[in-house]
């Protein structure tokens, strides 16, 4: 989904605001749960967001799952997360728990 509306609603009751160069997503308050250069909502309610060069991942409460970050990350079908960080992939579950 590709937003051009200030307001635009996502599926899950939050909104897309854009400030300048930034995305926010807001509570229907208006408070912002993430910001970033680039955010997209995962399937799962987590948002994925870039700052600079590197991926996040934030819960549905704006939260940073602490190990799921990388160059490139992505959520595999699973559920699983897969990070792409100094030329190595790494394997995570939701809660932020390497998978070896």
Sequence with gaps: MICVNDWQPLWNGYYVRRYVDRIWICNAAGDRI??????????????????????RVYDERGES???????????????VFQCYRAGMYFYYDELGNRLD
């Design 65 to 79: 799952i602490f190990n799921i970050w990388g160059e490139d990350v992505q959520l595999l079908d699973d559920g």
């Design 34 to 55: 993430v910001q970033g250069d680039e955010v997209i909502l995962l399937p799962n309610g987590y948002y994925k967001v870039r700052n600079g060069d590197f991926w």
